[in-house]
């Protein structure tokens, strides 16, 4: 038995020794070919962000790699996740991009950050990249180009995914307490209107869920304010004389819609709305427990309710509808988009092959690949006619992709962050009632006349 | 550490030999470059930045240029610094001078009568708040605190239906609670040990002639430990001054600005709005607040104890 066993061990490791020798010859065939391959030895590193759970980035990336390093055999790349929340990744982005050293080749981009990092000179311009890209010109949305564009019309970074924003609803409470399904409000009054019927007749639903004050950060402001503002034909900034409008009827209005529904209670209660787990409560405790009438939010919230997501709910579809956002006075319908692209650093070494993988990345498949998995609407016309896509979230996506058509994106500069903070606080001045919307308005206009200087500001009348 | 280095190394060297001051010097060279450039290096390039106006993103990341006192005159201007200063000073009067100060003094005097059991099961129970690392006191706190936290799990058990979602209806009260809870051994610590130093035959004697225990208290215990109380108290304000990990943990300085002490506001500024010259110019605020209460204590406890 013994005699049996060693010499069965003596044939497994000489069969062994063997395979690895054949391994290594032709790993070392493989290292002579890869040196004719035009990126062998190259190194590139990505960073983007990682938070909580998903790893939807990460995947997509991983996959793009394998892809890459098959068509480049020895060509290196590097996946730099930075764990961070959002703000956070903004800032940990911008301090690495101060030195060579820590730059990445290739980082993910908040649209709305594009024109103040480009700015900063930390960004490449891509106009000669994507002007050879016959998939550029061809199959991309303009607006969506526009929205990796500097003011001057220069190319920083191609987009891979946006979103736009609209109205969730509850088609059967909606049919329980006789407002028509499916619903389209065309006016403010329209969804007031549609509240007070909710909070009427249904005791115990929020009638309208609405992001507003400073613990919801962003969410407030573009999901929020900007969402009744940019309906109201009034802007932020006014493009031709490049000044922030501090005061404008549109801007008052907002505030006091804002109003309307917090005091008479046509909102979800204060305690609720102030706090940075407002959308956690909204999407994935009550929702689910169909205690939300009306919800303002992205497209991606049903990938909270996917197999997935952190809180599956297999029935959301047969429960929640989208509708359009209305216009104030029943004019046409709103939406805004925010986005990311993959950029390249200015101090990058390897551009052409950080090009050649961002080109990769957002080809036709591995967009429809990332925008699948991140619940996002697309920025390729011809992803948006795949079946795949159409058929995805049981037809959200898509839905949501059509409000493309009447979107506005935020005003890109670097104020920005602390303009928007200064919106989250005159909304949860006039939601506490502790001041008047028109006084919150003279507040905010006092804030930013001081920060970016009596010059660059106007009012509308 | 740095300086009690040279004061070992000239006594040992009057005492040994006559060691040349040079000598010492060389070996203290390389701790004092280092230290120069490690420490000294930040704040004066912070200092510098205060007076200019670049910022984490946008045209002046790359190209800032001096803007004088025009960070300061924008802070003083504004209203919301004002506010962060007023919220600073009710979480330091809370938390420092009455929670840690009166609580550490109050469990240090207890302690000293308590016999040896009670003193260290008190003692342990104090010192681990005091060695568990910031933010996970910070994350203690709001698991304890938060709307379906352990405090309210507690309180719906005992039959009170709608607890209050206390992080958000108290915050600034959580969060001087938590310090107090972190930092009173600390206190406590300063305090036994200035107490056991305090001559029992003074107390006796002054017990002979007839004093209340207050009387002994004010008039012969603190004066006599009043050096440890400047002592200690400059280094709880400090600390306090400077607290953002326990607040930005537990609030995030919110909601609202509710709990946005300076600190914070300046993270805020530099940070989230990327004005990196504006907020070290908070900071340097910061900074000569903390030497100015500092002086403040030195010359209050030498004039009236």
Not at chain 1, 211 to 218: A, I, L, Q, R, V
Not at chain 1, 250 to 259: I, M, R
């Amino acid at each position: 038995m013994e005699k049996k066993t060693k010499a069965v061990l003596a044939v497994v490791s000489l069969l062994a020794t063997g395979s690895l020798l054949a391994n290594f010859v032709v790993l070392s065939a493989n290292a002579t070919s890869v040196k004719r391959s035009p990126f062998a030895g190259k190194t590139i590193t990505i960073a983007y962000q990682q938070f909580g759970g998903g790893h939807q980035t990460q995947i997509w990336l991983s996959s793009v790699r394998g892809q890459f390093q098959k068509i480049y055999p020895g060509s290196k790349i590097v996946l730099e996740p930075i764990n961070a929340s959002e703000n956070e990744y903004y800032t940990k982005l911008d301090l690495m991009n101060q030195s060579a050293k820590t730059a990445p080749d290739i980082m993910v981009e908040d649209t709305f950050l594009v024109n103040s990092d480009a700015s900063a000179g930390y960004l490449m311009p891509m106009n000669k990249f994507v002007n050879s890209w016959p998939a550029w010109k061809r199959d991309f949305y303009p607006a969506m180009q526009k929205a990796a564009e500097s003011t001057n019309g220069t190319v920083y970074g191609v987009p891979f995914n946006t979103d736009t924003r609209g109205l969730w609803y509850d088609k059967p409470l909606f049919k329980k307490v006789g407002l028509p399904v499916p619903w389209q409000p065309h006016s403010w009054a329209n969804i007031l209107q549609a509240a007070r019927t909710i909070k009427a007749k249904a005791p115990g639903v929020t009638p309208l869920w609405f992001y507003s004050g400073k613990p919801m950060g962003e969410a407030s402001t573009m999901q929020g304010f900007e969402m009744l503002l940019y309906g109201t034909h009034n802007t932020l900034f006014d493009s031709k004389t490049k000044r922030w409008v501090v005061s404008s009827p549109g801007f008052l209005n907002s505030l006091n819609f804002v109003k309307t529904i917090f005091t008479q209670n046509l909102a979800e209660p204060l305690q609720n709305a102030l706090t940075p787990e407002s959308s956690t409560i909204a999407t994935q405790q009550l929702m689910p427990k169909q205690k939300v009438g009306i919800l303002l939010d992205g497209v991606w919230e049903y990938s909270n309710w996917l197999p997935t997501g952190p809180a599956p709910w297999p029935k959301w579809n047969s429960v929640y509808g989208v509708a359009k956002m209305p216009d104030q006075n029943g004019d046409g319908y709103t939406s805004m988009s925010g986005g990311w692209t993959l950029s390249i650093s200015s101090k990058t070494k390897n551009a052409q092959m950080a090009w050649d993988f961002i080109k990769l990345a957002c080809n036709k498949n591995n967009m429809l690949h990332i925008d699948l998995m991140d619940a996002n609407v697309t920025p390729r016309k011809d992803v948006a006619a795949m079946p795949a896509y159409k058929s995805a979230g049981h037809g959200i996506l898509s839905r949501f992709a059509s409000f493309n058509a009447f979107t506005h994106f935020r005003p890109a500069f670097a104020q920005y962050p602390s303009i928007s903070n200064d919106i989250q606080n005159a909304m949860e001045n006039v939601m506490t009632g502790s001041v008047s919307p028109a006084q919150a308005m003279q507040q905010y206009a006092q804030q930013v006349t001081n920060y970016v200087g009596k010059a660059h500001v106007t009012s509308v009348k | 550490m740095a300086t009690a280095i040279p004061i070992q190394t000239s006594s040992l060297s009057q005492r040994k030999s006559k060691r040349p001051l040079w000598r010492a010097l060389l070996f203290l060279a390389p701790a004092v470059i280092v230290m120069m450039i490690f420490y000294f290096g930040p704040v004066l390039w912070t200092f510098y930045i205060s007076f200019t106006n670049v910022a984490l993103t946008g045209p002046t990341a790359t190209h800032y240029q001096f803007t004088g006192l025009r960070n300061f005159q924008l802070m003083f201007g504004s209203g919301s610094f004002w506010q962060a200063v007023l919220i600073s000073l009710w979480y330091f009067i809370g938390s420092a001078l009455i929670g840690q100060t009166v609580l550490g003094l109050l469990l240090a005097l207890l302690m000293q009568r308590a016999n040896p059991v009670v003193r260290a099961a008190v003692g342990a129970v104090v010192i681990a708040a005091w060695v568990i690392p910031e933010i996970v006191k910070a994350f203690t706190w709001f698991a304890f605190l938060s709307q379906n936290g352990t405090l309210n799990t507690v309180l719906q058990s005992m039959g009170i239906a709608n607890p209050p979602a206390w992080l958000f209806t108290q915050p600034l009260l959580a969060v001087i609670i938590a310090n107090t809870w972190a930092g009173t051994a600390f206190s406590m610590m300063v305090y036994s040990a200035a107490l056991s130093s305090v001559p029992n035959e003074l107390i006796e004697a002054a017990k002979m002639d007839g004093a209340t225990f207050w009387q002994v208290l004010f008039r012969i215990v603190l004066p006599v430990i009043k050096n440890s109380i400047m002592t200690n108290t400059i280094l709880i304000t400090l600390q306090t001054l400077g607290d953002f990990t326990l607040i930005y943990a537990m609030t995030g300085g919110g909601p609202g600005t509710q709990t946005s002490v300076l600190p914070v506001f300046m993270y805020q500024q530099a940070f989230s709005f990327y004005q990196l010259g504006y907020g070290s110019a908070i900071s340097l605020i910061l900074l000569l607040m903390g030497i100015i209460a500092s002086l403040l204590y030195i010359r209050l406890l030498n004039v009236d104890l």
